[in-house]
């Protein structure tokens, strides 16, 4: 059974940083392909960034140069620094793993990150 525990939301002034972390459990983690998505209530799901298992990144071009995205197989987590955030970045954060061959695509229960002085 796949798991993932997110971690590191929280509220945050505009300008600051965060990092989230995302640890999983019940997969291979280093086959695995990771991402970071957000979501606002009444908005569709959104893609933050992901970090496929060979380490190639992919951004969402409104994070871009704001965000890293980063994965630590041997400790099976997977991390988000966010930098020079701004009141919109505020969302619930979901972790996600996939993989195609064997047939998982499974989210975590999300970590509120609120922006705001």
């Known amino acids: 059974q796949v798991q993932l525990v997110e971690s590191g939301g929280g509220l945050v002034q505009p300008g600051g940083s965060l990092r989230l972390s995302c640890a999983a459990s019940?997969?291979?983690?280093?086959?695995?392909?990771m991402g970071w998505f957000r979501q606002v209530q009444g908005n569709e799901r959104e893609l933050v960034a992901r970090i496929s298992s060979s380490g190639r990144t992919d951004y969402a071009d409104s994070m871009k140069g704001r965000v890293t995205i980063s994965r630590d197989n041997a400790k099976n987590t997977v991390y988000l620094e966010m930098s020079s955030v701004k009141p919109e970045d505020t969302a619930v954060y979901y972790c996600n793993a996939r993989n195609g061959m064997l047939g998982y695509n499974s989210w975590g229960q999300g970590t509120q990150v609120t922006v705001s002085s």
């Open positions: 019940g997969i291979i983690f280093r086959i695995a392909d």
